[in-house]
C-alpha cells in the first residue's frame, strides 16, 4: 500500500482548504465586498459539489480508473484558478469560483475510493492516512495567520495556486488500483438510495454541513471583528483540527467501548452546542478554546463514522457513486445552503442568531439519526474498526 502517497496527497489537499477556508472570507472582505456577496461566492465553491463528483464519480466507476479522474481534475483546477490573477469584480470571481471548483471538487470522492481500494480489508488504516490532511490544514491555518498579519491577505491567492500544483504533482505518484479490491457485485444504485438507512445518513450529512456554514464563511471575519489578531484566528483553526487528528487516533478505542451509534449522535449533539457556545461568548478566549476542542466531536467523529457506512451501503461499482453522493449532499448541498442562509443571516439578524440557527441545525440532524440510524447497521463497520498499524 503506498501509505506516504497517499498521505501526501491528504496533506496537499487540506493544506489548500486551511488556507481557503479560514482566510477566503478575509481575502473577499478586504475586495470590498458585503456579507452577502461573501457567503454567495463561497456557496458557489460548495454548490458545484453537488454536481461535479457525481459527474465525475460516474466517468470513473464506468472506467474504473479513479486516479484517472483524480489527475484530469487537478491539473485543471490549478489553471481555472489561475484567472483569479486577472480580476477582482463580483462577476469574474464567480465565474473562476465556479469552473475552478467543478473540477477540483472532483478530486477528493474518487481519491477517497482509491484510498479504500489500496487499503482492501485494512480499512481500519483509514484514519492513519487522512489524519495527514488534518496535518496539513493545521500547518497551512497556523502559518498563514501570522504571515497575512504582516504582509497582508493579498497574498492568499498565489498560496493557493501553489498547494493546488502540489496536489496535482502528488497525483501522479499514486498508481491507479481501482479494481483491486472491488467486487463488480451491487445492488442497483435506485435500490441503495431507497433503503431508509441510507436516506436517513444523507439527510444527516446535509444538515451537519449546512449548520457549519456560518462557521466555514464567517469564523475568521467574526473575530476579527471582536478584535482577534489574525495569528491568533489561525491558533483557534488549528487547535480545532488538532483535535480532529487526536480523535482521528483513538477512533479505534472509541468505537468498541462506546458503539457507532453512541459516539455518532454524541457528535451530532456537540456541534449543535458549539454552533451555539461561538454565538454567546465570542469574547470569552477560553469558551473558544473549548468550542474549537469540539471540533473533534462536529467534524472529526462525525466523518469517521459517516466514511464508513458509506463505504458500507455503497460497494462494487457504487463505491465511486457513493463518495460522490457523500460529498454532493453534505459538502456540496449542505455547504452551499449553509454559506447562503448563513450570509443573508448575518446581515439581517446578526452573527449570534446566525449561530443559534447553525445550533438548531445540528439539533435536527441530531434527531433525524436518532430515529433512523439503528445501532444493528453499524455492526459491521464497528467490527471493522481496529488499531491503525503504524508505518
Known sequence: MPYWRLSAFYFFFFSSLGALLPYWGLYLESLGFNPVQIGELMALIMATKIISPNVWGWIADHTGKPMAVVRLGSLAAVLAFSGILLGSSYGWLALVMIVFSFFWNATLPQFEAATFSHLGDQV????????????????????????????????????????????????????????A?????????????????????????????????????????????????????????????????GVFLVM????????????????????????????????NLPMMFFAQILHAASFGVYHAVAIQLVHKYFIGRNQGRGQALYSSLSFGAGGAAGS???????????????????????????????RFIRADQLLVARKKVATPAPE
Do not use: N
Not at 487522512?130 to 498560496?159: K, Q, T
Open 181 to 245: 479490491h472491488l467486487t463488480l457485485d451491487h445492488e442497483p444504485l435506485r435500490k441503495v438510495l431507497g433503503r431508509p438507512e441510507v436516506l436517513a445518513l444523507l439527510a444527516v450529512c446535509f444538515l451537519v454541513q449546512a449548520s457549519h456554514g456560518p462557521y466555514y464563511t464567517f469564523y475568521s471575519v467574526y473575530l476579527e471583528d471582536h478584535g482577534y489578531s489574525r495569528s491568533l484566528i489561525g491558533q483557534l483553526w488549528a487547535l480545532g483540527v488538532i483535535a480532529e487528528v
Open 340 to 370: 447562503l442562509y448563513s450570509g443573508y443571516a448575518w446581515s439581517s439578524f446578526g452573527a449570534t442568531s446566525t449561530y443559534f440557527l447553525a445550533a438548531l441545525i445540528g439539533v435536527a440532524a441530531f434527531l433525524v439519526a436518532w
Open 124 to 179: 481500519h488504516r483509514y484514519s492513519s492516512i487522512r489524519l495527514w490532511g488534518s496535518v496539513g490544514f493545521i500547518v497551512a491555518v497556523a502559518a498563514l495567520g501570522p504571515l497575512f498579519e504582516h504582509a497582508g491577505v493579498g497574498l492568499l491567492p498565489l498560496i493557493l495556486l501553489g498547494l493546488m500544483a502540489g496536489i496535482w504533482l502528488v497525483s501522479l505518484l499514486v498508481p491507479e488500483r481501482a479494481a
Open 252 to 283: 479505534h478505542r472509541l468505537a468498541p467501548r462506546f458503539g457507532l451509534r453512541a459516539i455518532f449522535l454524541a457528535s451530532l449533539a456537540l456541534a449543535a452546542l458549539r454552533w451555539a457556545l461561538i454565538g454567546l461568548f465570542v469574547d
